[in-house]
């Protein structure tokens, strides 16, 4: 979906963590997550932190090499996570692949820079079934079961740009935006059975899909690549690096604690202080 020459590893702005300290401690011994995307970046740290927390994680990607490295990644953790080849354009196969999950992480994404006239409607197609329809059929898919167990989490990885728009970005802030109005419904309608729902928002994360869209970025902008992460990606965020997956998987698991079932129907801003502008 991006351009087909990318630059190196974005470099951090600032020293950014490591290992981070103080993760939230939660036993998740016994239940079911399902996270998508996740064979890389936030999803695939997303995944190994449940399971780090006793979750059997279902592994939701349509890569197979990358939720092949996942799985040795996760041996020896103290839950189990079991890889499932899926492409979430198969709407019916991704609501079945729900059934039974406590936790539903809607990770997936993709993104294409381009202005709205020269947007390719199957592109504008794609992104919003992926990153909208697909997790509104996973939340049906799951809902039945969380409602009969009266537990579910439900934590919809959206971003920045479902708080803000940005230009070139017509299908990804679209998807977006549309996901937190979702997790918003599912919100009122859960919290009578015991299901909470809620968003994580960060900025700009060090994944692949932000390294891949830097390109793109660089032509729709028309400067070079290396000032793409100074002056449009971090240009508004208070704090001059890149988030880190793992600190984006923690947040993720604090919305599963016990110490968050009243925390729902909201957005959890990772952003670096770019909303507050």
Same mark, same amino acid.
């Given at each position: 979906?991006?351009?087909?020459t990318?630059?190196?590893?974005?470099?951090?702005?600032?020293t950014?963590?490591?290992?981070v300290?103080?993760?939230?401690?939660?036993?998740?011994?016994?239940r079911?997550? +399902?996270?998508?995307?996740?064979?890389?970046?936030?999803?695939r740290?997303?995944?190994?932190?449940?399971?780090?927390?006793?979750? %059997?994680?279902?592994?939701?990607?349509?890569?197979?090499?990358?939720?092949d490295?996942?799985?040795?990644?996760?041996?020896?953790?103290?839950?189990?996570?079991?890889?499932?080849?899926? @492409?979430?354009?198969?709407? =019916?196969?991704?609501?079945?692949?729900? @059934?039974?999950? @406590?936790?539903?992480?809607?990770? =997936?994404?993709?993104q294409? !820079? %381009? *202005?709205?006239?020269?947007f390719? *409607?199957?592109?504008f #197609?794609?992104?919003?079934?992926?990153?909208?329809?697909?997790? &509104?059929?996973?939340?049906?898919?799951?809902?039945?079961?969380?409602?009969?167990?009266?537990?579910?989490?439900?934590v919809?990885?959206?971003?920045?740009h479902?708080?803000?728009?940005?230009?070139?970005?017509?299908?990804?802030?679209?998807?977006?935006?549309?996901?937190?109005?979702?997790?918003?419904?599912?919100?009122?309608?859960?919290?009578? #059975?015991?299901v909470t729902?809620?968003?994580?928002?960060?900025?700009? !994360?060090?994944?692949?899909l932000?390294?891949?869209?830097?390109?793109?970025?660089?032509?729709?902008?028309?400067?070079p690549?290396? %000032?793409?992460?100074a002056?449009?990606?971090?240009?508004?965020?208070? +704090?001059k690096?890149?988030?880190?997956?793992?600190?984006?998987?923690?947040?993720?698991l604090y +919305?599963?604690?016990?110490?968050?079932? &009243?925390?729902?129907?909201?957005?959890?801003?990772?952003?670096?202080?770019?909303?507050?502008h």
């Amino acid at each position: 979906m991006s351009a087909p020459t990318t630059p190196g590893p974005v470099p951090a702005q600032a020293t950014a963590p490591g290992p981070v300290p103080g993760a939230v401690s939660l036993d998740l011994s016994g239940r079911t997550a +399902l996270v998508t995307g996740a064979a890389g970046g936030i999803g695939r740290a997303c995944a190994l932190r449940l399971a780090a927390a006793g979750a %059997r994680v279902r592994a939701v990607d349509r890569a197979a090499e990358g939720l092949d490295a996942l799985a040795d990644a996760a041996r020896g953790l103290p839950g189990t996570l079991e890889p499932h080849l899926l @492409d979430l354009t198969d709407l =019916a196969a991704a609501e079945a692949a729900a @059934d039974g999950a @406590d936790i539903l992480v809607n990770n =997936a994404g993709l993104q294409l !820079v %381009r *202005p709205i006239e020269e947007f390719p *409607p199957d592109v504008f #197609h794609t992104v919003l079934t992926v990153m909208l329809e697909a997790p &509104f059929r996973l939340i049906r898919g799951a809902l039945p079961g969380m409602y009969a167990r009266g537990w579910g989490r439900i934590v919809n990885v959206s971003s920045v740009h479902g708080l803000r728009a940005s230009p070139f970005k017509s299908a990804y802030v679209a998807a977006k935006h549309g996901l937190e109005g979702l997790s918003k419904t599912a919100a009122l309608e859960g919290a009578p #059975h015991g299901v909470t729902s809620n968003c994580v928002n960060p900025g700009y !994360v060090r994944t692949p899909l932000v390294e891949r869209q830097i390109a793109d970025q660089a032509a729709a902008h028309g400067i070079p690549a290396e %000032r793409v992460v100074a002056d449009v990606l971090l240009k508004d965020s208070a +704090l001059k690096r890149l988030i880190e997956p793992e600190e984006v998987a923690e947040a993720v698991l604090y +919305l599963c604690a016990p110490q968050a079932s &009243f925390v729902t129907g909201t957005s959890l801003v990772l952003d670096g202080g770019w909303t507050a502008h």
